[in-house]
């Protein structure tokens, strides 16, 4: 089964950027979704199809996919990013999730 | 305004049953695949299942197949999720989740429910 790796945790300084990788074997070929989700709450869907925003969500998040290697990119970051991110990828009838990446704002 | 609202989650012992059911309001819910995804207490997401807007599409994850049903009754703009022999692995928040676009394939999930917990115990 196709299995998306991303880091456990990703620390940034407040106002500074962050990224957050996801890797799998040939995922530039596929749509990459990224989901925010704060404690407590629902999922988000901050990124869809690698590189776009749906509306309400700041221009502050960006992301890429190319080769083994999908990111999402926050600029600029605040307090109220302080939440986990799920990459997501659908591959052959199923969706697969990343385990998830602790983004921690100092 | 985009409404999924899930129901009938609770305590339940292993190998019971449970049929989760989500109702949804604030679009043109026969226009769009849902989709069920689940987290356990502390870990991350899992995608369950999916079910195109004519129910003409159907998948699960290889851990549910064989276990759980998806449907949908679009006369009544609701979602379900029959869960049979239930294990305690399958404790957790089930949330009900719609596509992003209508008619579209692989836009992610753009809306979600607040979650049902399911919690297997004896």
């Known amino acids: 089964s196709y299995e998306l790796t991303q880091p456990l945790s990703v620390s940034v300084a407040l106002g500074q950027t962050a990224r957050i990788s996801c890797g799998a074997n040939n995922i530039g070929i596929k749509n990459v979704h990224w989901y925010q989700q704060r404690p407590g709450q629902a999922p988000v869907l901050v990124i869809y199809r690698d590189t776009n925003r749906p509306s309400g969500i700041p221009d502050r998040f960006s992301g890429s996919n190319s080769g083994n290697t999908a990111s999402l990119t926050i600029s600029r970051v605040q307090v109220g990013d302080d939440a986990d991110y799920f990459c997501q990828v659908w591959d052959s009838g199923a969706g697969v999730f990343g385990g998830g990446t602790k983004l921690t704002v100092l | 305004e985009v409404q999924l609202v899930e129901s009938g989650g609770g305590l339940v012992k292993p190998g019971g049953s449970l049929r989760l059911s989500c109702a949804a309001s604030g679009f043109s819910f026969s226009s769009y695949s849902m989709n069920w995804v689940r987290q356990a207490p502390g870990k991350g997401l899992e995608w369950v299942s999916s079910i195109s807007s004519s129910s003409s599409n159907i998948y699960y994850a290889d851990s549910v197949k064989g276990r759980f049903t998806i449907s949908r009754d679009n006369a009544k703009n609701s979602l379900y999720l029959q869960i049979y022999s239930l294990r305690a692995e399958d404790t957790a928040v089930y949330y009900c989740?719609?596509?992003?676009?209508?008619?579209?394939?692989?836009?992610?999930?753009?809306?979600w429910g607040q979650g049902t917990l399911v919690t297997v115990s004896s």
């Open positions: 989740a719609r596509d992003f676009m209508a008619g579209g394939y692989d836009y992610g999930a753009g809306y």
